[in-house]
């Protein structure tokens, strides 16, 4: 039998810079790349497209395994592209609003099992970055590396307020920083995969770290590499 491909898991809050570093280790390495959180973000759109009540998982749960979601290049450098059920929801992704209905759907256990396969699945040579909120934990419990990404509730909330500012949408820190709060909390205290690192990933806190730096962090953490 052959071995299985590396994987190197990324988890941590939201906002404390996975999404990001995992894309540049990922291009650094050559592996491929898994954005779970776009798996449990592309259900939640699909669940609101079909006008499904949020208070009913077993029709959660159903949708979650007839949803399509891929992921494919984006022409002339526009990045990663997710398809549900064959449309371009990209945009509608990164709203807080799609995030805030991934989070509550997340909780559902059914869900989160119905999702396990498909994220399995991305694990191909020459590797994977895998980057959530259980990767370590729950999906690659085998993984080469784990890193806990973390970064104080305050510098995160400052991130994702610039990146709002650059793309021309008006929000206050103060309800970030509220609603950072109340997705940590969330993701933290449900009962089926916590946000919780793994006994063996090493934890980063980036508060005050440039990109590149934790990303030399992360890739001296793999067999055969230094920083
Ligand atoms: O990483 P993100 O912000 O795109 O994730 C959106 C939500 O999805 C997050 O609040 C919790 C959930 N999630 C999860 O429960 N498990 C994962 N592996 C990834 C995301």
Redesign the pocket.
């Known amino acids: 039998m052959t071995a299985p491909a590396p994987v190197l898991t990324i988890?941590g809050p939201?906002?404390a810079g996975?999404?990001t570093v995992s894309r540049i280790v990922a291009a650094r390495l050559g592996w491929h790349y898994l954005?779970?959180?776009?798996?449990?973000?592309a259900v939640?759109v699909a669940a609101s497209w079909a006008d499904l009540d949020l208070s009913d998982p077993a029709a959660l749960v159903r949708c979650t395994r007839d949803t399509s979601i891929d992921f494919r290049e984006g022409e002339g450098g526009a990045g990663l592209r997710v398809l549900v059920n064959g449309t371009d929801a990209t945009d509608e992704?990164r709203l807080e609003t799609?995030?805030?209905l991934?989070?509550a759907?997340?909780?559902i256990p059914e869900v989160?099992a119905a999702l396990t396969e498909r994220?399995r699945a991305f694990r191909r040579a020459p590797g994977l970055v895998a980057?959530?909120?259980?990767?370590g934990t729950v999906?690659f419990p085998d993984a080469t590396a784990k890193v806990f990404l973390t970064a104080s509730a305050e510098e995160r909330a400052l991130r994702r307020h610039n990146q709002l500012k650059d793309k021309g949408v008006s929000v206050t820190f103060a309800d970030l920083l509220r609603e950072i709060l109340a997705?940590d909390a969330?993701?933290a205290q449900?009962a089926v995969?916590p946000?919780r690192p793994a006994d063996d990933a090493v934890l980063i806190d980036t508060t005050g770290l440039s990109i590149e730096a934790v990303v030399e962090c992360v890739l001296a953490l793999l067999p055969g590499r230094t920083a």
């Open positions: 988890d939201s906002g996975k999404g954005d779970s959180g776009a798996l449990y973000r939640g992704l799609t995030g805030a991934a989070s759907i997340a909780a989160r994220q980057d959530g909120r259980d990767m999906i997705r969330r993701d449900r995969a946000l």
